[in-house]
């Protein structure tokens, strides 16, 4: 079992625990500056991202507004911007986290796209969904809703010249928990090889207030089932998925589960197949 551990941990870059106030700041301050790279390296001045209500997308929100107020100050250069984009698909039942992720963050500029009629226009387009059962069509119909976010997001990069932020995490990449060329399409992911108790630490050190940092996460795809917790979905805890990624003990039904989880969903990790 340990063998499995360290050899996930090693392919997904787990970072190790924090072990004081200090290494949770350089960690910070190494994505930050990752953050920066990524943007000198494109020669651009914007970043774009997505606001969930959800404590990944709060995190890097932090990062990245954080890395472009460096930047202005070390270029004096105005013209760097980060963008916070809400994707709600009509009105989202937990609209007021969104807003108080916002309020924290305070985001350079704050953008509102409703995503529903794009999905409902595909949908409807969509054959094979109109004699579907109702949890394929539900299940397939989520999954529109979070490509369409990303296709807001990359517009709106487009017409701004800026780079795509992803909010994409160790605990969520070993469980493949993330919809593929959807949450999973991005430019940079400042937040990857962090397990969630990390994601939730970075969080914290900026002063998130706790009820956003301890938030039930929830991907909030589905209609049948809204705001269904993540727990839920992959029948193990995060704190479970986070002792097996930093090669703790875990109870070995959920060790099973995990690993199961990993190895289905590897294609979701690899570049598209090529002969």
Same mark, same amino acid.
């Given at each position: 079992?340990?063998?499995? /551990?360290?050899?996930?941990?090693?392919?997904? +870059?787990?970072? &190790?625990?924090?072990?004081?106030?200090?290494? @949770?700041?350089?960690?910070?301050?190494?994505?930050?500056?990752?953050?920066?790279? $990524?943007?000198?390296?494109?020669?651009? +001045?914007?970043?774009?991202?997505?606001? =969930?209500? !959800?404590?990944? =997308?709060?995190?890097?929100?932090? @990062?990245?507004?954080?890395?472009?107020?460096?930047?202005?100050?070390?270029?004096?250069? &105005?013209?760097?911007?980060?963008?916070?984009?809400?994707?709600?698909?009509?009105?989202?039942?937990?609209?007021?986290?969104?807003?108080? $992720?916002?309020?924290?963050?305070?985001?350079?500029?704050?953008?509102?796209?409703?995503?529903?009629?794009?999905? %409902?226009?595909?949908?409807?387009?969509?054959?094979?969904?109109?004699? #579907? =059962?109702?949890?394929?069509?539900?299940?397939?119909?989520?999954?529109?809703?979070? %490509?369409?976010?990303?296709?807001?997001?990359?517009?709106?990069?487009?017409?701004?010249?800026?780079?795509?932020?992803?909010?994409?995490?160790?605990?969520?990449?070993?469980? !493949?928990?993330?919809?593929?060329? !959807?949450? #999973?399409? $991005?430019?940079?992911?400042?937040?990857?090889?962090?397990?969630?108790? /990390?994601?939730?630490?970075?969080?914290? =050190?900026? #002063?998130?207030?706790?009820?956003?940092?301890?938030?039930?996460?929830?991907?909030?795809?589905?209609?049948?089932?809204? #705001?269904? &917790?993540?727990?839920?979905?992959?029948?193990?805890?995060?704190?479970?998925?986070?002792?097996?990624?930093?090669?703790?003990?875990?109870?070995?039904?959920?060790?099973?589960?995990?690993?199961?989880?990993?190895?289905?969903?590897?294609?979701?990790?690899?570049?598209?197949?090529?002969?």
């Amino acid at each position: 079992m340990q063998a499995v /551990q360290q050899e996930i941990a090693q392919a997904l +870059k787990v970072q &190790p625990p924090f072990a004081d106030a200090a290494a @949770l700041g350089q960690e910070v301050a190494r994505r930050v500056a990752f953050i920066k790279d $990524c943007l000198a390296n494109a020669r651009l +001045k914007t970043l774009v991202l997505g606001i =969930s209500g !959800g404590v990944d =997308s709060l995190t890097a929100a932090l @990062l990245a507004q954080r890395a472009i107020n460096e930047l202005r100050a070390e270029k004096n250069d &105005p013209d760097y911007r980060f963008i916070a984009v809400r994707l709600p698909y009509q009105v989202q039942h937990d609209e007021h986290d969104a807003q108080a $992720c916002l309020e924290v963050i305070k985001p350079d500029e704050t953008h509102t796209i409703d995503i529903a009629p794009a999905v %409902r226009a595909l949908a409807a387009e969509v054959q094979e969904l109109k004699n #579907g =059962s109702p949890t394929l069509v539900d299940f397939v119909v989520g999954n529109v809703k979070a %490509r369409t976010r990303m296709v807001a997001q990359y517009t709106i990069a487009g017409a701004r010249a800026g780079l795509v932020i992803g909010t994409d995490h160790a605990a969520e990449a070993v469980m !493949g928990f993330f919809t593929k060329f !959807g949450d #999973g399409a $991005c430019d940079l992911a400042p937040l990857s090889g962090l397990v969630k108790n /990390q994601v939730r630490a970075i969080a914290r =050190s900026f #002063g998130a207030p706790e009820a956003l940092v301890e938030k039930v996460p929830t991907a909030d795809l589905e209609d049948l089932e809204p #705001g269904k &917790p993540d727990e839920a979905s992959h029948g193990v805890t995060y704190q479970q998925i986070d002792d097996f990624l930093q090669g703790l003990p875990v109870d070995p039904a959920a060790a099973e589960i995990i690993i199961a989880n990993y190895r289905k969903t590897q294609h979701k990790r690899e570049l598209p197949f090529a002969p």
